[in-house]
């Protein structure tokens, strides 16, 4: 099993690599972009939330301020490309050190509405603070790579997030953020220093969503606050997490691949009602297959070692 | 700081107050049954708004009239999302709430969108302002806040006295113990999110005739609920009131002393704040 999975993994990727060098087709490309971005979007909440159980309701504040870091080193200061993106990893880790020392003592829907809390003051921050932010004018960005280029950086971020997520669940750090998930009284009784283990997961969670938010910045070629600290990146990360099935390595790639590809679909046939239709799938996700695909399978796999009585 | 300057952001403040209090009783209502967080309470207020809109630009309806549609009509709204979506999610854990209200969210924002376009519109009624002493008195805000405090009595007498309100005080206290005492503890989360929804929807109409609106404009108020409902204490009601108040002159006086600009963000600050000095709130009860 383990030989098939590493020689699966080898195909896909050498596939991937091969598609991205070859072909010419630009809107593919952008598309593949697109999906290695939630891919690495969505394994790094999953690091957080789905390990943790701690819901981060604010995620998109990573993305956000990896994002305007990357976007002002390079437009204000001149830095070239690759410290610029990796300063962003940085400042995203340092906003996550900072704000999950006060909010990791918060406990369920706490924690959740201060994330959400913290994602909007980044939002007016970054409207209000317009000596550093230019505000709602926003800035503007020369493209750093070619299309192709961003495909393969952004596709090295996404397979870095996924090896990340194999790492913490490979390890005892990933057991015992499971343990503390399930029982966190009971974790601590064990001898799990939680606060230290959670705020661990959380500065792991917050880097390479700060990578790929300077990527994005550059290769979408300007931000501005209102789209950059947008929730609605926060929900994808949750939906495609929860749609492959939380605390897997391969659930979120599953979700960010699929979920990725829908929406691309239905913007392109209803571009006035798409939103609408997200709504419905996000209801329809949650009530019909809250374990997503991961769990149904796992859940069959459990039936079939059980000999039938 | 002048004492004109002084009384006139008291007086603001507190009439804006008045409305959001009325908005948040409504969220921590809901939240206080269901144990669910309500990412559409904004939106529901957004489209009691727009029903304000309708009837009195549309239908030539005067404003406040529209209340007598816009109550009923958000409540059977909020019938509706509890008993197809939020009753699923009861009990699961938090998570599943925020989604599936958020889907809700995003449903009617879009249809608002394709209904109404996404112009900003406003509900003109009643300008200009009373001075008294020297403080203006805006009195669209002045009416607002009137109705805002006649409704939340009404809903907080409800609460008190009724029967039916009594049940959903004793669903949110301990729902076992309420069952047991033969409390329809689905029939009551109906009610409970059908109120809720009509309590943001009032809220919504009023802010209509005070503020410009536009489909979108549910996050806003979301945030600002969460804030007053955090301040209070989840789930508590004279919470929520005192909670409203304490936002509303927050923000005035940020307006009048640092800007307009610093005023919008002073409820994610007060927010967050809150949460990491005292989590219960001011008059909620710690809890594991």
Request: charged share 10%.
């Amino acid at each position: 099993m383990k030989g098939r999975a590493a020689v699966a993994t080898i195909v896909v990727l050498a596939a991937l690599g091969a598609f991205g060098a070859t072909t010419e087709n630009t809107y593919y490309l952008s598309v593949g972009y697109s999906i290695f971005l939630y891919v690495a979007l969505a394994s790094s909440w999953n690091v957080m939330s789905g390990f943790t159980g701690y819901t981060s309701f604010g995620h998109v504040a990573f993305y956000g301020v990896g994002a305007y870091t990357a976007a002002i080193l390079m437009f204000d200061h001149f830095w070239s490309w690759a410290p610029a993106f990796l300063a962003g990893g940085l400042a995203a880790a340092l906003l996550a050190a900072v704000i999950g020392w006060p909010c990791l003592r918060l406990k369920g829907p706490y924690f959740a509405i201060s994330m959400l809390g913290i994602a909007e003051v980044l939002r007016i921050v970054g409207l209000t603070w317009e000596s550093v932010t230019y505000g709602g004018t926003g800035i503007p960005l020369l493209s750093a790579l070619s299309l192709r280029g961003f495909y393969f950086l952004m596709g090295g971020v996404a397979l870095a997030a996924v090896g990340v997520t194999l790492a913490v669940s490979r390890t005892r750090f990933g057991l015992r953020l499971l343990a503390l998930r399930e029982d966190e009284v009971g974790a601590e009784t064990m001898g799990i220093n939680t606060t230290a283990h959670k705020l661990a997961a959380f500065v792991l969670s917050a880097v390479i969503p700060g990578i790929a938010g300077g990527i994005d910045a550059s290769r979408v070629g300007f931000i501005e606050p209102i789209s950059t600290f947008n929730v609605f990146i926060t929900i994808q990360m949750i939906i495609m997490t929860m749609f492959g099935g939380r605390a897997t390595v391969l659930g979120p790639v599953i979700g960010a691949v699929v979920l990725s590809v829908v929406r691309e679909a239905l913007w392109a046939r209803y571009p006035y009602d798409y939103q609408a239709l997200f709504g419905v799938l996000i209801i329809a996700l949650v009530l019909f297959m809250p374990e997503g695909v991961m769990g149904v399978v796992q859940a069959r796999r459990r039936a079939a070692k059980v000999p039938a009585p | 700081m002048s004492p004109a300057l002084l009384a006139q952001g008291l007086v603001t403040g507190v009439l804006l107050g008045g409305v959001y209090a009325l908005v948040a009783l409504g969220l921590t209502l809901i939240f206080g049954v269901m144990r669910v967080i309500n990412v559409a309470h904004g939106t529901l207020l957004m489209v009691g708004a727009y029903v304000t809109f309708t009837a009195a630009n549309g239908l030539g309806m005067n404003p406040l009239a529209s209340l007598l549609v816009s109550a009923p009509l958000l409540f059977l709204l909020g019938v509706l999302v509890q008993r197809f979506v939020v009753e699923r999610v009861v009990g699961a854990p938090e998570l599943q709430g925020l989604l599936v209200t958020f889907g809700v969210s995003i449903i009617l924002i879009n249809l608002a969108l394709r209904v109404f376009k996404p112009d900003i519109r406003a509900v003109t009624y009643l300008s200009g302002s009373l001075t008294l002493g020297g403080v203006a008195f805006s009195v669209p805000r002045l009416i607002a806040f009137a109705v805002a405090v006649a409704a939340t009595a009404a809903a907080m007498l409800f609460l008190k006295r009724s029967r039916l309100g009594k049940a959903i005080r004793a669903t949110a206290q301990n729902q076992t113990v309420a069952v047991v005492c033969g409390v329809d503890v689905k029939r009551i989360r109906l009610v409970a999110f059908g109120l809720g929804a009509a309590l943001a929807g009032v809220g919504g109409s009023l802010i209509s005739i005070m503020y410009a609106i536009y489909p979108e404009m549910g996050s806003l108020y979301t945030l600002k609920a969460f804030c007053v409902v955090v301040l209070g204490g989840l789930g508590s009601y004279l919470g929520a009131l005192l909670g409203g108040v304490i936002l509303g002159l927050a923000e005035s006086f940020t307006g009048l002393y640092v800007g307009t600009q610093a005023a919008e963000a002073v409820a994610y600050l007060l927010l967050v704040a809150v949460l990491l000095v005292r989590p219960q709130g001011l008059l909620g009860e710690r809890r594991q």
